[in-house]
């Protein structure tokens, strides 16, 4: 289903548009494809909801575009299209616990009140637990001490972090299980 920003649900079909402030919510056994108009892709899991919370792209400038989605809960697959590839520091995948930013990339996210899991397919990705200066409302990944990079070559690892973690943590996923293979 989809709600936008102070209305009710209403149902999801091929062919509707989505807007900045739209939230996606998959049922419990179905997911949600969104074709972004730069090309990239949103897959959003069964039992997960996610948040457009700005949307601003320029075909004619991608390098100015503006684009943060929220995974409040479950599991979502982004593969970056023409205005994230233009614009890493206009583009932010937040969770309720952290900030991921992109190196071009395509990426699953399982996010949980106070966990959150990354795989990278493709390209690479930057972690970072809010606070301090990696503020939910900025865009861009947020650098420094307290971020962690996983590119697509290290296909056994994913970035994991839980509520009160310094800094997001490397971990085999022979151990945990990724993203991918999780189905809230």
Known sequence: SRQAAGSGATHLSKGD??????QIR???NGFVYVRMTDGGLL???PKSSLQIDRWQYDPANPALSQIRYTLTNGVARYVSG???HAAKDGFRFNTPIAAIGVRGTDFTVLAERALTR???????????????TCLA??????DGASATELFAAAREKMIQIRR???RPELVDTSIVPSPDKSNP
């Not at 548009?17 to 739209?22: A, C, P």
Request: hydrophobic share 40%.
């Open 17 to 22: 548009f989505l807007v900045q402030g739209d």
């Open 43 to 45: 897959v959003v899991r």
């Open 137 to 142: 409302e900025a865009l861009g990944p947020c």
């Open 26 to 28: 998959a049922s419990d």
């Open 118 to 132: 990354v795989v990278v397919r493709s390209g690479g990705v930057v972690v970072s637990p809010f606070g301090g």
């Open 164 to 166: 009160g973690d310094q």
């Open 82 to 84: 023409r205005g994230s």
